[in-house]
């Protein structure tokens, strides 16, 4: 794949906190049109990436490039992030959050958010406090999911959910995602999300430390996707 094949083009980036390495000179292409999984070991470095690429983390070094724009305001106007920990006020009602959403992003699709909030069968007029948190997630995937974004950025969008309702939020998520936009899911739950995934990026000590289409991957090592996920982690 060339840069100019690549919707997210990254080439020496480092991101350091203090002394310790997050991300050690990373160099990484994903492609429109793909759902790709990141995975790794707690502390490799996936959600400082997710957050560079978001363009809410400015302090690195190297270079970035989603679909040719610097981390910026005209990268952060293709990009739907879902950060690991909530942002959203605790005594808000859904419909506010919807509201506030709508007000913030120009690219905010409220009937979507509204769709997809029915289909987890929430009702709108609920506080976010009232909410158990697979609840509150799924308010959370609604939100982002309902941006006509051309790059959509998960940090551990299900690990908070029990292992019965993984299923359901993973429909939630892939339901109306667009045909030419890139799903970047980090994530260490690789069983509920195997069958989801064109291709993977599994990370350690900050670098990539192997990437590769799904299908191609178990066909080489002839297992399933979390038996490899397993071995390289061993």
């Not at 983390?57 to 679909?67: K, N, S």
């Amino acid at each position: 794949m060339t840069d100019e094949d690549a919707l997210v083009s990254v080439r020496g980036l480092t991101v350091r906190y203090g002394m310790q390495i997050a991300l050690d000179r990373l160099d990484l292409d994903l492609p429109a049109g793909r759902i790709v999984g990141l995975l790794g070991e707690n502390g490799c470095g996936k959600s400082t990436l997710l957050k560079v690429l978001a363009g809410v983390y400015a302090d690195h070094t190297g270079d970035v490039r989603l679909a040719g724009h610097r981390p910026g305001p005209e990268s952060k106007a293709l990009v739907s992030y879902l950060p690991d920990q909530s942002s959203l006020p605790d005594r808000a009602r859904v419909s506010y959050c919807l509201g506030l959403f709508e007000d913030f992003y120009a690219d905010f699709d409220r009937q979507k958010a509204t769709d997809l909030i029915d289909f987890f069968g929430l009702d709108s007029q609920m506080r976010l406090k009232e909410m158990s948190k697979g609840m509150r997630e799924k308010v959370q995937i609604s939100l982002a999911m309902a941006r006509r974004a051309r790059v959509f950025l998960l940090d551990e969008p299900i690990s908070g959910v029990d292992p019965a309702a993984r299923e359901g939020i993973l429909d939630g998520i892939l339901r109306g995602l667009e045909a030419d936009s890139l799903l970047l899911v980090a994530t260490h739950l690789v069983h509920d999300l195997e069958t989801a995934l064109d291709s993977v990026v599994m990370m350690r000590h900050g670098r990539v430390l192997l990437t590769g289409e799904v299908d191609d991957l178990r066909a080489e090592h002839g297992a399933s996707l979390e038996q490899i996920f397993r071995k390289v982690y061993r």
